[in-house]
């Protein structure tokens, strides 16, 4: 038993699937233990559609609001914006844009890593 | 020896990520080291023991209950497990516990390595 550090990477569109809003759940039950494990949470490839500032986040809002509550900010992969012809005006408030040289720290930082 | 975790969200007779989890967790228990599951998403669809598929000899629910007779821990996310309409695991196989992401949080906590599949 001890405190891990996770990183909850997001892979899959908003649409289609229901990985993006039961990601966020494993995320916020992952923080739930007795360790208190601390999470990071970012998003790579078709993952980067959930940071749209326009999106229907109903489903998710609560997960989003404990993660929140809990320091963790939701961060999306600035390439993988860019290849996506998404610009940093059209994501939502809070999100933080990171390179992939930083994305890949956290990668090294983290304990494990979880795909959704 | 270590200890693993497995998180798998894939449900049976559709994809292989079962038969991956299910073959990385015989490896690890062959030589010792000790393997916990947490079922996730579609993956608690794996143990129903009324499974039943022409074109596979052997399924799903028979390769988990070989791994808990090998000692694996097994739990299934309880939310997940009522969504389906499983009614709590009533028809899980011997050994498969149902839980929730607490004790995946625990499972985080315990190993030295996680595969999700």
């Known amino acids: 038993m001890g405190q891990r550090h996770v990183l909850v990477t997001f892979n899959h569109a908003p649409y289609g699937s229901i990985f993006y809003t039961e990601g966020l759940r494993a995320a916020v039950g992952v923080t739930s233990g007795i360790d208190e494990h601390t999470v990071d949470v970012l998003y790579l490839g078709d993952g980067v559609y959930f940071a749209l500032k326009d999106l229907d986040r109903r489903d998710s809002a609560k997960y989003l609001a404990t993660l929140s509550a809990s320091g963790v900010s939701l961060k999306a992969e600035k390439e993988a914006l860019q290849s996506r012809d998404i610009s940093e005006s059209d994501l939502a408030e809070g999100v933080e844009v990171i390179g992939r040289e930083e994305a890949l720290a956290l990668v090294r930082q983290a304990d494990m890593t979880i795909d959704f | ?117």
Not at chain 2, 15 to 35: M, Q, S, Y
Not at chain 2, 54 to 81: F, N, Q, T, Y
């Open chain 2, 1 to 117: 020896m270590a200890t693993i975790g497995i998180l798998l969200t894939g449900g049976p007779f559709q994809f292989e990520n079962w038969e991956t989890a299910v073959d990385i967790g015989d490896a690890a228990l062959a030589k010792g080291h000790r393997v916990k599951y947490f079922l996730y998403l579609d993956g608690v669809y794996n143990p129903i023991r009324h499974q039943s598929f022409p074109d596979l000899d052997v399924m799903p629910r028979d390769r988990i209950s070989e791994l808990v007779d090998k000692g694996a821990e097994i739990v299934a996310c309880g939310v997940c497990v009522n969504a389906r309409g499983l009614q709590g695991g009533k028809d899980y196989v011997e050994g498969v516990r149902v839980g929730g992401l607490p004790d995946f949080a625990e499972i985080v906590g315990e190993v030295d390595r996680l595969v999700t599949l």
